[in-house]
């Protein structure tokens, strides 16, 4: 990738007019290990390359991508994508910007590669390791969730590690490179007794190296997994009805990214998508209540070093002390709304215009000490871990399954409880929050938006939402 002419290309691809251009271009090598029912059903590696390259005129993407990583390859696509913006222009589909430029043919670019403030340091990388050790370590989680007892029927154990090297050379003289590498490993277990079955689940991973186990061991992974769904087979049916709810940090942070998360993001917000449009300034939430999304923290999965379309990993601010700061952008909605990019220009892959997309996305800790949290809570449900759920990002209502729930009575934790789920709307639960803990646990996922995938985590503290909707079964 070195001896390709960035500048040549992105002149190229502006010549017949745009206000912007960025050249992306990606190698991955991917590794992905599957266990079913005691066997490895299937053992994946490859390598995939490719660029996707855009322009960007009257606030309009034209966008175009090839596996061709050859200059002559390259400056054809630039030809083509020069011509159907030329096109696209012509027959007044766009509007212009005030910095629109009709003929970009003589574009001086000097690229100058950035140099990063955070390093995600990889102590094992993966590629080094033998896949023997990786079978070794999916077969060790197996023989893990099983042991657990004897009411566990299924366990399933997925491992993948992805090393992705990527190249963003932009006409504003970005240019940037990053290297990630993606490890994941989640157990999914079910157990059944008689009729009841149950399911549990745990995953753990990061953009980091294979010394993830030795903090989190695969089999360690499994373990949680199995208990999960071992317990949950003698919980009684969830109480429905208006309750006090702890959510628990170990829940994970379901709650922060899918009801406040995306409704700030700057494209549902400019489309009028989102329940927080129009309202930065305003109050959103519980003074207790900082929302954060944060790409700089170290190995977490959401983190990088550059973001998809170059801008440096950043630690924004979205709602301070209840108060609604401020929304995630690339550079397109960042145009749109006359401010910087926030870093969080995302794509799934070369093939893939980038959108805004959440990193790592947190409620900041409080002051309170989880046990006094659960002591003040008379009765209600302490959910520890959260499951699936439905967010209606217009207006903010949303449907919560909770993965592993408990019946609080007196201050405590008793028996547990299946089938509840977590009815609310998002600045409502914001605004309801009462107390929130000194702790700080996180969750990982990926989470999927226009089509798209992007490895995320997300996290909150110990929190009581002092009157929430709980649907249980009947």
Do not use: W
Request: proline letters at 4%; hydrophobic letters at 40%; a negative charge.
């Amino acid at each position: 990738m070195n001896d390709i002419d960035y500048s040549k290309i992105l002149k190229s691809a502006l010549s017949r007019g745009g206000e912007y251009a960025d050249l992306y271009i990606e190698h991955t090598v991917p590794t992905a290990i599957a266990l079913e029912d005691g066997k490895i059903e299937k053992v994946v590696s490859g390598i995939e390359s490719g660029a996707g390259l855009r322009v960007i005129t009257g606030f309009r993407t034209i966008y175009a991508y090839t596996n061709d990583l050859a200059e002559k390859a390259l400056l054809n696509l630039a030809a083509e994508v020069s011509r159907t913006c030329a096109r696209s222009r012509s027959a007044g589909s766009t509007g212009f910007s005030p910095a629109d430029s009709s003929a970009c043919g003589d574009l001086i670019l000097d690229l100058r590669e950035k140099c990063p403030s955070v390093n995600h340091k990889i102590i094992e990388p993966p590629e080094g390791v033998a896949v023997e050790r990786k079978l070794a370590l999916v077969k060790e989680a197996d023989i893990a969730a099983r042991a657990v007892s004897g009411k566990v029927s299924q366990a399933s154990v997925q491992y993948r590690d992805t090393l992705q090297r990527v190249t963003i050379a932009c006409s504003d003289g970005t240019l940037a490179r990053d290297e990630r590498y993606y490890l994941v490993a989640a157990v999914n277990v079910v157990a059944k007794d008689g009729s009841i079955v149950q399911t549990g689940y745990d995953a753990e991973g990061g953009n980091i190296g294979f010394e993830l186990f030795r903090e989190f061991p695969a089999a360690s992974v499994a373990e949680k997994a199995a208990r999960r769904a071992v317990m949950m087979l003698s919980a009684r049916s969830a109480p429905g009805g208006r309750m006090p709810v702890v959510l628990s940090s170990e829940a994970g942070g379901t709650m922060v990214h899918e009801a406040i998360g995306h409704g700030l993001e700057a494209d549902l917000s400019q489309n009028g998508l989102s329940v927080y449009t129009g309202k930065v300034g305003r109050q959103v939430g519980s003074p207790l209540v900082t929302v954060v999304d944060d790409a700089t923290l170290p190995n977490r999965r959401g983190s990088f070093t550059f973001d998809d379309e170059g801008i440096e990993a950043q630690r924004t601010v979205l709602v301070e002390k209840g108060i609604l700061k401020g929304f995630m952008y690339d550079r397109l909605t960042a145009m749109k709304d006359n401010a910087s990019s926030t870093g969080n220009g995302r794509r799934e892959s070369y093939m893939a215009r980038p959108i805004p997309r959440m990193t790592n996305t947190m409620i900041l800790p409080g002051k309170s000490e989880p046990s006094e949290i659960l002591s003040s809570c008379d009765r209600g449900l302490l959910v520890k871990k959260m499951g699936g759920g439905q967010v209606n990002t217009v207006n903010g209502d949303f449907v919560f399954e909770v993965s592993e729930g408990y019946i609080i009575e007196k201050g405590k934790a008793s028996e547990p409880v299946r089938g509840a789920t977590l009815v609310g709307n998002g600045p409502q639960a914001l605004s309801g929050i009462t107390m929130v803990g000194n702790d700080l646990g996180f969750g990982i996922g990926t989470c999927g938006k226009d089509g798209q995938g992007a490895p995320v985590s997300d996290a909150q503290p110990t929190l009581l939402i002092a009157d929430i909707v709980v649907g249980g079964m009947h």
